[in-house]
Structure formats: structure tokens, C-alpha cells
């Protein structure tokens, strides 16, 4: 993946809240996730959730084809957000799988 394509840019807006085996999780669902992404498998990704910067946070696959973002009890105090409200979430970067970055030991 080159540094050009490593860049996102992706904006949206959803409730925090993903249902997961009958459960609902405090993560937020990224619409059309595969697609921007080109896979459906996990990802590492910097990003902004509303003025909350989140640096190299997983993006989980949902099991129906897509991807969510975890957002921690920590990350949604300071937010001062909790499960049904809404939050813009702006994906920045794909990051590069851990052991394909610069820097890391082979």
C-alpha cells in the first residue's frame, strides 16, 4: 500500500451501538466499510470521533460483511457519550498491518 492510499478522509454520522449476537456493543458502524476498504477483514485505522482523536484503533469486522469502531468506556466519557447517541466519526488513515511498518523488527 503506498503513503497515497493509506489516506481516507471518510465522514459519517451513527448512533454508538452495534448489535453483535444479540448484544449491543458500544461501537459504531462504518457504512460501506468493505468497499472503501477493499476488504472485509480487520483494519487499523487513525481516527476522529467527533473532536476525540483515536490513533491506531482496530476497526472489527461486523460478521455481516462490514466493519466497527470500538469505542471504549474512556473514549466515551470524554466524548460524554453513551450507547444510542450519535457521534460523526471522520477515518483519517489505513494504517499498515503491525509488522509491515517502518521501523518494525522482522
Request: glycine share 12%; net charge positive.
Amino acid at each position: 500500500m503506498t503513503e497515497s492510499s493509506d489516506l481516507l478522509d471518510h465522514v459519517f454520522t451513527a448512533p454508538i451501538g452495534v448489535e453483535v449476537r444479540g448484544d449491543l456493543w458500544p461501537c459504531v458502524e462504518v457504512p460501506g466499510s468493505a468497499e472503501l476498504l477493499g476488504t472485509r477483514r480487520a483494519v487499523r485505522v487513525d481516527a476522529t470521533v467527533d473532536d476525540v482523536r483515536i490513533s491506531d484503533m482496530g476497526l472489527m469486522v461486523t460478521g455481516r460483511g462490514g466493519h466497527m469502531l470500538s469505542l471504549s468506556a474512556k473514549v466515551r466519557q470524554r466524548l460524554g457519550k453513551e450507547l444510542g447517541d450519535t457521534v460523526t466519526v471522520r477515518l483519517e488513515r489505513r494504517l499498515p498491518p503491525k509488522g509491515q511498518r517502518a521501523g518494525s523488527a522482522r
